[in-house]
Structures are given as C-alpha cells and as structure tokens.
C-alpha cells in the first residue's frame, strides 16, 4: 500500500484527498497540482528576466518573513505586478486576460456576493455557463476563498488571471449598476434620525463597504461610486421645478447620467451637507466644505461647494483622487521641440514660470510633472495650493484655509522665512500675491505658478492689471506656457470621415495641409472601451512663450496682448491653434474638438 501511494501523481494524490472528505474531484481546479507545471523560478528566469540571484534572495527573505515571493520582487523592482500575474498564470496553468469587457458583466452573477467580499479577496464573477462561471482574480494563490465562492455559487469555478486594477474596476462597476436597477424600482421616503445617524465622522468613509440600507444614503453613495468608476472629475446636483438633474464631468464634457425625484432633493442635499461636515440648517448661504472616502485602497477627496438659486440648493462635488499616478514630464504628451524648451526653462535657478488656460485644462498637472522632474535631495520645494490635488513625494505642501486667516499672501510670507529654492504658488488670483512672487523671484527663487488667461500673451497683460509693472515683469517672467486638453478620439471605434474645405478653413488649414491626410470622427454610440462616448481620455495642445531679449523689450514698450502675440507669431512660435492643427492631422482626435479647444483663437483672428 506504502508503495502505491509513492508512486501517485500529485494530481492523483489531490483527487484522492478531496475523495476522502467527500469534495467532487471535478468540481475542483486542481491545476496548481498538476505535475506538468512549470517551475515559477524557472518562468521567472527564464521567461521573465529576473535574476537567479535576486530570485534565491527574495526566496530567502520569503522564509525568514510572512510576505509572500511576488510582494518581495515587486517591491524590490525586479519584477512589474503585471509580468507577476503572468508569471503565476503560465506557473498554475491559468489563463491571463490583460482586459475584458466587464461593462458587460451581468450583475445576476454578483446576486449572492457582497461587494466587500469581492473586494477583500479581489475576485468578480464575469460569465457562466451551464456547469461553471468564470471567475477574475488577482490573486491566483489564494484557492481558500475560491473554494468559499464555489459553496456560496453551488458551481464549478474557472479561474482567469487578471490585474487588480481591471479587477477592482469591475467590482465597482457590476455592483454599481445593481444598486442603479434596485433604485430604478423606486427611493422611499428615508426619516430624518436615518440620515443623522452618520453625523461626526472623523476618519475616511470606505464608500465601497457602504451597505447601508437607507434609500437615499445608497442613492447618494451609488452616485458617487459611479462618478469614480467613470473618471469624471465633478458630479452637478442641480434642481428644476420638477426634477434634480445629476450630471457628471467627464474629460471635461457635462452629460446626464440620473434623475432623482423631486420629492427627494431636501434629503439628498442633507446626505452630503452631513457627509460635507456643513450646516444641514443653513440653505440661503452658499457653503463649502470636503468628503474623504476610501474607494478599496484609494483615497479619494471630494470637494464640496453648494449655491442656493431658485428651486434649492445647487451642489458641485469635485473628485480628486489622491492615489492617481502622475505622469513624468515626457509623458505628458508635449511635443518634441516644446519639451526641450520647456525643460531648459524649469531648470532655471531663479524667476518666474507661468502656466496659464481655463479651469480644467490641465495646468495643475502639467506644473506637478515640472517639479518632479526638477525634485532632487539637494533642492527644497515648498507649494501653496488651494486645494492640494496632487500628492507629491518630497515636497512640502502647503493648503490654503482662508477662514483661519491662511490666505495665499500670508502663507507666501511665511514660506519664503523658510529658504526654499522652489516656490509652487497654486494661482495668482491677486495684487498681493503677484507682487509677492515677483520679489520672490527677483532674490533668487524659482517660482511657478498658475494664471486664468486665454493664451501666453494674455498674461501679461493680467499681470500688468494686477498692478505689476512692465520692467518687473521683463526681470522676473522666464516663459509662459498655455495648456489646453482635447478629448483623444477613441481608437477602437473611431470612423473615416471627410471635410469640406470650407470646414478645414474653420481650423486654420488650407488643402496644401491636409493633402493625403485621413480624418476621423468620434463613432455615435461608441463602445465599451470609451464607455459610449466615442472619446477615450484627453491629449494637451501647448503654446509656449519664453521671454528672450526681442519679447522683453517688446513689453517694456507696450503690454498689448494681442501686438505681442502677433509679433511672437512672426518670430515662429506655435500657438495653441498650431498645435490642434498637429492633434487633428495626426489623427487623434476631431476637427469639433480641434475648434472647440481653440474658439476663442479663432474669434481673435477674426477680429484681426
């Protein structure tokens, strides 16, 4: 009998334990017991790269501590998480799925699973059949939660390996539009000790563990949840005389996503007042105040501003997501040319650094990625912002708070008793704090900052209006940058379409620009990838303005935004326009969203 057992496959001895306390051998993957698998530190070596050294090393560390083989080589970057996940899928004989339309995902699937299940063991059900349903997961090792999945499902479980991320967005997603399907049949009246029941919250509120049962806490929390899976970054609560429009910001369009009954506005508006920490008892007041919330591992700060008008109180809640990457400088989607340009302008030692465009456009970004790029041990950086949108490493961060006196002149004054080489001013929106960056910048400070200008040359004369003169200006501005962001045609669904001449005109180009060249339009409908849109994401167009010894002497003579802008022109600058002109020819994105994104260039040429 000793002699059998020897000689049993591992497959054969698993099938024979599972026989023993009674488990169906077919109703179990026992692909990680198979004897034909391949070794994980030969695929790692072999197939992957990492070093046969690192990998006894990391296998020492796993021994001597509780952390597991793949959190010590991602960590140690031998290895990205994703080649990991591939890595255990070619080891365990699973297949690997780098995405997969889990817009699509039929939330029947999830009727028995709760989302915090889901998200702690990072799985989601994404099709069945007859005999089994496909599961997603992150984690391949973990079978003991598999194995509680199969119980609860009463089916055979096939595994597919994917990313967390693509996993956790698939959560969000299904257990979403569940929740919108239940609230479609109808909110009931929700009582006042319902919603104050969550008053005093002091630490982040885990929005994707929020079960609770009140009505409209779940329509509240549903809204939210939904704005974060979809990347918008501002959510609209606007009442009518009849209704209350719920609209979202996405890659900076406004569009419907929900209705909410009239009846039901006073105890929405009093849900997110509480969440707010803002006086649920003042209504003829506009107020501001912030939400944090954990959505699985992010953090997510939620600004909220709130404004009565007519029919109730109108409420903007603007999503900043504090855990999302930042791209480096050469990322960001410059222009070759421009990049260097810029470059060789952020590594000055001292002077000032505009970047200007509306709200939205992309200037906090792009003004993040710079200082990174210039961040090293050796230079202090301190910024002021009002909010902090970006979290970076390194640098010390200053929040403007206006009603404890904290203004950005004030902390400016501060901040400069504290010999920084860098100074980051979130905007100048006044007199005082122009005046304050331009000495800043005159003793020997590097300083960046924002302005809300159309274009480059714009600036200057705001600068001028906020009360500094011409030669201050010509000592102290080193260039000024205009950024704009247009949506990025999606590439899965876009169309060949054609222009008239005349329609090309609007933008600039004559048919010598566009001879050969293919247009596209965003498909009606779109698809799953751009989420119905027919855009996916947004691109920068730039026009850069660096003051050299013609510009300078320019403005010492005249502030004319306009004489400027045309004399720059004459002299090769690429203006915003031009750069449209490079997105729209290079076939990522529209003639609409080139023209949209440079309007008001086009009405100053036809003023001209």
Known sequence: MATEQTNL??????KLILSKIKVNPEQ???????????????????????????????????????????????ENELIHEVDMLKALSIHLNLEFRENFPFHEIDPKLI?????????????????????????????????VS????????????????????????????????????????GLTATSDDDIDGIEGLDVAHNLLQDNEEAPVRK??????RRSITEKASDIHIEPFEDRVSVRFRVDGRLREVRVIPKKYQSSVSTRIKILAKLNIAESRLPQDGRITLKVGTREIDVRVSTLPIKFGERIVLRILDKSGGLPNLEDIGMPKALLKSFKQVVNQ???????TGPTGSGKTTTLASALMHINKPDVSIIT????????????????????????????????LRQNPNIILIGEIRDSETAQIAVQASITGH??????????????????????????????????????????????????????????LSLLGLSPKQTTGKVFYKAREGGCSNCKNNGYAGRIGIYELLVFDEHVRNFVLKSSDGASLKKMCVQRGMKTLRDSAHERFLNGETTLEEALYATQSEHEQEEVK
């Not at 940058?481 to 008239?500: D, F, G, Y």
């Open 146 to 185: 598999i194995d509680d999945l199969r119980v609860l499902l009463n089916k055979n479980i096939k595994r597919v390996v994917a990313p967390k991320d693509l996993v956790e967005a698939a959560i969000n997603n299904v257990f979403e539009r569940q929740e919108l399907v239940d609230q479609n049949k």
């Open 219 to 224: 329509e509240v929390t549903a809204i939210i």
């Open 349 to 355: 030692k001292h002077g000032i650094v505009l970047v």
């Open 446 to 503: 590097l300083v960046f900052s924002t302005l809300h200008t159309n274009d480059t040359a714009a600036s200057v004369t705001r600068l001028v209006d906020f009360g500094i003169e011409p030669f201050q200006i010509t000592t102290a501005v080193v260039a000024i940058l205009a950024v704009r962001l247009v949506r990025r045609v999606c590439p899965n669904c876009k169309e060949q379409t054609q222009h008239t001449a005349e329609e």
């Open 28 to 74: 179990f993957s026992t692909t990680e017991f198979s004897s034909k698998n391949r070794n994980l530190e030969d695929i790692l070596f072999n197939d992957f790269k990492v070093p046969q050294s690192n990998i006894e090393e990391a296998m020492l560390e796993q021994q001597a501590t509780n952390r597991t083989l793949s959190e010590i080589l991602i």
């Open 384 to 415: 002021v912002e009002d909010p902090v949108e970006i979290q970076l490493p390194g640098v010390s961060q200053v929040e403007v708070n206006d009603k404890a006196g904290l203004t950005f002149a004030a902390a400016l004054r501060s901040i």
């Open 9 to 14: 496959t591992v497959e054969d001895a698993a």
């Open 111 to 143: 009727e028995k699973l709760n989302i915090s299940f889901c998200l702690q063991h990072m799985f989601v059900p994404i099709s069945e059949d007859e005999l089994n349903v496909t599961v997603a997961v992150a984690n391949p090792l973990d079978t």
